[in-house]
């Protein structure tokens, strides 16, 4: 299985409270993604990142922040966190852009 | 835009009988790939099979092979002598390989049950 490590894998908290979720791999791989998972959404990527410093925005990329200052870590942030990010965050990672991406376990997140 | 299909919300199928789920998609990209993936009840997410748009061949691995039909852009998974294991959401997903970042698109899932 891809060395990936997500954190917290599960988190409550209030609203506008800042949250960040951390990806961690061991596999060193240049492409890393944050998904978020909704019913009836099936999965929507958030950022992604191809390279150290090197960060985009995704489909639904409002309200999210990434960083990424080493290879292994991929961070997301919720600046002021609302109930519409309540979800399931999935971090990927691929070697290339064209080889297959594989996942983290995920992160529940509950916003009240 | 590009965008993935999946019609069917939910499924059931016979143990050790051979289920289709189904996959259309939209591109005007000549250059895409194609996913599918599985997510048990334990909620993580488990690369089956992929499918390049140049490949000549349908993809298979193990007992899942994609149906591969580019000019009707669809790309079915074909699950061979269903398992109980295999009671899971299925996601198809599309990956346009002249944007250069691997983001991918997914389509919103099928449920499949496996009854004994």
């Known amino acids: 299985d891809a060395g990936i490590t997500q954190s917290p894998r599960h988190k409550v908290t209030e609203t506008g409270t800042p949250v960040t979720l951390r990806c961690h791999q061991t596999?060193?791989?240049?492409?890393m993604y944050w998904y978020r998972q909704d019913p009836g959404h099936g999965l929507r990527l958030i950022h992604y990142?191809?390279?150290?410093?090197?960060?985009d925005k995704g489909e639904v990329s409002d309200g999210y922040s990434v960083s990424r200052s080493k290879t292994e870590d991929f961070l997301l942030t919720l600046e002021s966190a609302t109930s519409s990010q309540t979800s399931v965050y999935f971090c990927?990672?691929?070697?290339?852009?064209?080889?297959?991406?594989?996942f983290g376990d995920g992160t529940r997140l509950s916003i009240l | 835009a590009q965008k993935i299909t999946q019609t069917q919300p939910g499924m059931f199928v016979q143990e050790k009988e051979a289920v289709t789920l189904d996959c259309t998609y939209d591109?005007?990209?000549?250059?895409?790939?194609l996913f599918w993936y599985k997510q048990p009840s334990s909620g993580e997410m488990i690369f089956l099979i992929y499918?390049?748009?140049?490949?000549?061949q349908n993809a298979t691995e193990g007992r899942y092979s994609l149906n591969f039909q580019k000019a009707r852009k669809s790309a079915n998974l074909v699950i061979s002598a269903s398992q109980l294991g295999d009671s899971a959401m299925y996601f198809c997903?599309?990956?346009?390989?002249?944007?250069?970042?691997?983001?991918?698109?997914f389509g919103q899932g099928t449920t499949l049950q496996v009854k004994p």
């Open positions: 990927a990672i691929s070697g290339t852009y064209d080889q297959p991406q594989h």
């Open positions: 596999e060193n791989h240049r492409y």
């Open positions: 990142s191809y390279g150290v410093k090197d960060t």
């Open positions: 591109t005007s990209d000549p250059s895409y790939g």
């Open positions: 499918q390049g748009s140049y490949d000549q």
């Open positions: 997903a599309m990956r346009e390989i002249s944007s250069n970042t691997g983001k991918l698109i």
